[in-house]
């Protein structure tokens, strides 16, 4: 995933700025970058990698430097960013956020003639925000190129454009699948994915783009460039899981959606009789807490307790490390037992999804071996079986990497991969055998996922503008 912030004003917006993108560390663990536009320096630019540390400890000194009353930065799971360009449409810097799916058919149709170039990484793959320039500057004005890119790109595209001047020009990606928000104070605008990031800085709520829109900023006033468009489909992992609890997106909060989002799991339980017999409910940390919360609140004389917490002072984030052992070994030192709420203790267990399933064996092992007498899961969304092609969330090399997917094949072959929809509805008896078959590899004495319509429902939103792919397989 990723995350971008940029701000525009009569003053220096250098802290704003700075700030403004810590508050989407949540969204990225690998590049980071910071631009700014002064009348007088011009551009000033940074980028770092943050692997192994926070946002923050790599570029609080450089911010000291810098200077400017307009400017914007990224977190990035992709490619360094922001970009400096320079074309004939002028000096610019280029930040994105999305996936570019069909990116060797593009270098292939426009830019496979002599004098076309790109700097290749290491293994060979290109900078999908150089590549996004590229299919800008094809065309004769930035807006132009925008809408241009964002026709040709298979998969989505957020922009946000730092221009020779300090304007800000941004664009949420045409199907609206992550949010682009302006927010205003006395001085100036800011452009943000998260709300809470520019909340925090003094600013209030103004506007939200709509899917494909486009809007130039100043100090003094925002106008939209191109309309937005008709159809949208927002990711619904916002709310689930990467979205931060504080959030607002199309005017449903996220805290608020997990709440219900577990009480509607714990009604369908005690409707249908399928509640198992247990001490507590407990939520894995930190997404799976308010699921749980919710579900806890509607069950008559189950409480909700915190049977283990994370150590993160020196591992904020389990997913930096870049080798899958070494990230297992973390999630596991961060898991700090509470011994008395573990031992001889019946415990429904709730994460916000079930992706892979590496790391949650392991909390269930960690569990058992900490004296627990039986572990039930529960997850707070439906059973993931399509690699996400829009975003960095849920993406794999093999669809075979995601845990549902892996087990329908060890139990019917290549035929169960005809029947998907089958497995993914508990209702059936191969969605009834792909619960089983799960729980018995992971060790859960019983397991249950959230079913589709009732995960729309505490969403709250119009179901034909969310995003389900990841689950259905469909667009």
């Given at each position: 995933?990723?995350?971008?912030?940029?701000?525009?004003?009569?003053?220096?917006?250098?802290?704003?700025?700075?700030?403004?993108v810590?508050?989407?560390?949540?969204?990225?663990?690998?590049?980071?970058?910071?631009?700014?536009?002064?009348?007088?320096?011009g551009?000033?630019r940074?980028?770092?990698?943050?692997?192994?540390?926070?946002?923050?400890?790599k570029f609080?000194?450089?911010?000291?430097?810098?200077t400017?009353?307009?400017?914007?930065g990224c977190?990035s799971?992709?490619?360094?960013?922001p970009?400096?360009?320079?074309s004939?449409?002028?000096?610019?810097?280029?930040?994105?956020?999305?996936?570019?799916?069909?990116a060797?058919?593009?270098?292939?149709?426009?830019?496979?003639d002599q004098?076309?170039?790109?700097m290749?990484?290491s293994?060979?793959?290109?900078?999908?925000t150089e590549?996004?320039?590229?299919?800008?500057?094809?065309e004769?004005?930035?807006?132009?190129?925008?809408?241009?890119?964002?026709?040709?790109?298979?998969?989505?595209?957020?922009?946000?454009?730092?221009?020779e001047?300090g304007?800000?020009i941004t664009?949420?990606?045409?199907?609206?699948?992550?949010?682009?928000l302006?927010?205003?104070?006395?001085?100036?605008y800011c452009v943000?994915?998260e709300?809470?990031a520019?909340?925090?800085l003094?600013?209030?709520?103004?506007?939200?783009?709509?899917?494909?829109?486009?809007v130039?900023l100043?100090?003094?006033s925002?106008?939209t460039?191109?309309?937005r468009l008709?159809?949208?489909r927002?990711?619904a992992f916002?709310?689930s899981?990467?979205?931060?609890p504080?959030?607002?997106y199309?005017?449903?909060?996220?805290?608020?959606?997990?709440?219900?989002n577990?009480?509607?799991?714990a009604?369908?339980?005690?409707?249908?009789?399928?509640?198992?017999?247990v001490?507590y409910?407990?939520?894995?940390?930190?997404?799976g807490?308010?699921?749980a919360?919710?579900?806890?609140?509607?069950?008559?004389?189950?409480p909700?307790?915190?049977?283990?917490?994370?150590?993160?002072?020196?591992?904020?984030?389990?997913?930096?490390?870049s080798?899958?052992?070494?990230?297992?070994?973390?999630?596991?030192m961060?898991q700090?037992?509470?011994?008395?709420?573990?031992?001889?203790?019946?415990?429904?267990?709730?994460?916000?999804?079930?992706?892979?399933?590496?790391?949650?064996?392991?909390t269930?092992?960690?569990?058992?071996?900490?004296?627990?007498?039986?572990?039930?899961?529960?997850?707070a969304c439906?059973?993931?079986m399509?690699?996400c092609?829009?975003?960095?969330?849920?993406?794999?090399?093999?669809?075979?990497?995601?845990?549902?997917?892996?087990?329908?094949?060890?139990i019917?072959g290549?035929?169960?991969?005809?029947?998907?929809?089958?497995?993914a509805?508990?209702?059936?008896?191969?969605?009834k055998?792909l619960?089983?078959?799960?729980?018995?590899?992971?060790?859960?004495?019983?397991?249950?996922?959230?079913n589709?319509d009732?995960?729309?429902?505490?969403?709250?939103?119009?179901?034909?503008?969310?995003?389900?792919?990841?689950?259905?397989g469909?667009?």
């Amino acid at each position: 995933m990723g995350g971008f912030f940029g701000a525009v004003s009569h003053h220096d917006v250098v802290l704003d700025t700075f700030f403004g993108v810590d508050y989407h560390s949540h969204l990225g663990t690998k590049q980071a970058g910071l631009c700014y536009f002064d009348d007088v320096v011009g551009f000033q630019r940074q980028i770092h990698h943050i692997n192994n540390s926070p946002f923050r400890t790599k570029f609080e000194n450089d911010v000291q430097k810098y200077t400017g009353n307009s400017g914007i930065g990224c977190i990035s799971d992709a490619d360094p960013q922001p970009l400096l360009v320079r074309s004939h449409l002028g000096l610019y810097a280029i930040s994105t956020v999305g996936a570019i799916n069909n990116a060797d058919e593009l270098i292939r149709t426009y830019f496979s003639d002599q004098g076309h170039q790109f700097m290749a990484k290491s293994n060979g793959d290109i900078n999908m925000t150089e590549l996004t320039a590229a299919l800008i500057n094809k065309e004769n004005d930035i807006v132009s190129g925008i809408r241009s890119a964002q026709e040709k790109i298979e998969g989505s595209m957020m922009i946000l454009i730092l221009l020779e001047g300090g304007a800000l020009i941004t664009a949420r990606d045409r199907m609206g699948r992550c949010p682009v928000l302006i927010g205003k104070n006395d001085d100036g605008y800011c452009v943000s994915f998260e709300s809470f990031a520019y909340q925090k800085l003094g600013y209030h709520d103004e506007y939200e783009l709509g899917p494909g829109e486009i809007v130039k900023l100043t100090a003094d006033s925002y106008e939209t460039l191109s309309e937005r468009l008709s159809e949208m489909r927002i990711c619904a992992f916002l709310w689930s899981y990467y979205g931060y609890p504080n959030s607002t997106y199309e005017g449903s909060n996220v805290e608020i959606m997990r709440y219900r989002n577990g009480e509607l799991m714990a009604e369908s339980e005690l409707k249908n009789g399928t509640l198992p017999d247990v001490d507590y409910v407990a939520g894995v940390p930190d997404s799976g807490v308010p699921h749980a919360i919710g579900y806890a609140n509607k069950l008559p004389g189950i409480p909700f307790a915190r049977p283990f917490v994370k150590y993160t002072p020196t591992w904020p984030r389990s997913f930096m490390p870049s080798n899958q052992a070494v990230r297992d070994q973390v999630a596991h030192m961060k898991q700090i037992p509470v011994t008395e709420l573990i031992k001889n203790k019946k415990i429904l267990l709730i994460d916000d999804s079930i992706v892979r399933g590496t790391q949650l064996r392991e909390t269930v092992d960690f569990l058992y071996e900490n004296g627990a007498a039986e572990v039930h899961m529960r997850s707070a969304c439906p059973p993931i079986m399509y690699s996400c092609k829009y975003l960095n969330f849920s993406r794999a090399n093999s669809e075979m990497d995601l845990l549902a997917r892996r087990m329908v094949q060890e139990i019917e072959g290549d035929e169960g991969q005809k029947h998907l929809e089958e497995y993914a509805d508990a209702r059936t008896e191969r969605g009834k055998c792909l619960l089983h078959t799960i729980a018995e590899k992971l060790g859960f004495a019983s397991l249950g996922y959230q079913n589709l319509d009732q995960l729309l429902e505490a969403i709250g939103i119009d179901r034909s503008q969310v995003c389900t792919y990841c689950w259905t397989g469909k667009e």
